[in-house]
């Protein structure tokens, strides 16, 4: 079965999206961690990630 131009889009795009996307589901929990021993959190602190949220290793190449 031949590939058409879109399903290598998509393929492409998949690949570049899922780590992203992966990076960003870690920071989250990070950002839930870090948030979670604080009584009353503000819309700021809930909408923002901080370097600190990176995974090890890459806060170095964040700054």
Do not use: C, F
């Not at 058409?4 to 690949?15: A, F």
């Not at 979670?36 to 503000?42: A, D, K, L, V």
């Not at 819309?43 to 806060?59: K, V």
Request: glycine letters at 8%.
């Amino acid at each position: 079965m031949e590939t058409t131009g879109t399903h290598r889009v998509l393929e492409t795009l998949s690949g570049i999206v899922r780590p992203a996307r992966q990076l960003l589901e870690t920071m989250m929990t990070s950002q839930a961690r870090r948030l979670g021993g604080i009584q009353s959190p503000s819309l700021a602190d809930l909408a923002t990630l901080l370097p600190e949220d990176l995974p090890a290793g890459r806060q170095q190449a964040a700054l």
